[in-house]
């Protein structure tokens, strides 16, 4: 719970604050980037939210804030409605959602649903949180998760027990979940289902994957990211726990795909044409190459 006592001194002046808990996970600015910003390694309100879609957007980052560094001076008797609409879609199609509710566990990485008839998925982990495991039993229960990679791992076990779903990771990362139902062998791609594909792309750790949904969703945990900063995809060179030299190996394995959507662990999201999405990956690739 965030305590006033510890609002950052680089707050504006208003109801919304950040306190000195921040991990600077990012969650904030991407879910409320008209109130809040990066200031000094972590979060601040750079402006009090004007209208009732901001202050929704203000009270999502509340919700999704993975240490509850975001407080409020007056109650908001909306909140509950807010925190009970995750997951969210992240596009009009309705096909894929973001969980919101980012465990420190994972360092505040995002995780994602996907309804399915042939049972629903999570991609990676989000905190365990009682609005989140109403809604999606609403929607009829979640059968597995799939885990790209070792760091994103969190609260899994509470959804296993709450939903009886089978954990899916790499052999590369499975220390993370001995518990895992399955384990992922070897770095040739493999058919999961008909409709998602698993791509092994070991760099950022030994076990990390990539999942390709319908060839149109690409789940990337923290291989691989944009920046709004270079304008490109772009990779963790600070955050390569096991090599880059095989990281870079992985990212041009990649260009043997197509897909419209790129949806990260950390770093932003986006959606781009097939086209101009491969044109970014090649720009990463030669960005990598270069460090
Ligand atoms: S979501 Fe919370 S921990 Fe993450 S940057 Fe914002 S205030 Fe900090």
Redo the contacts with the bound molecule.
Sequence with gaps: MARPDRRRPENVAGDFY?DS?????????E?APAS?T?SGG??AVFSQPQGPEAQRQALL?LT???????GTLRPHPDLAAVRASFPLPVDTGGEVLYCGY?SEKSF?AASYFIPRPDGNLLIDSPREAAPLFASLEKRGGVSAMLLTHGDDVADHAAFHRRFGLTRSIHAGDGRAVPEAEELFQGTDPIAWSPDLTVIPVPGHTRGSCCFLYKERYLFTGDHLAWSARRKHLYAFRDACWYSWKTQVASMERLLDYSFEWVLPGHGSRIQLPAAEMRRSLETCLAWMKER
């Design positions: 950040v808990t921040c991990i600077d996970c990012a969650a904030c600015r879910l809040f990066a972590q979060s980052a999704a804030c993975p240490t509850a560094s975001i980012h505040g």
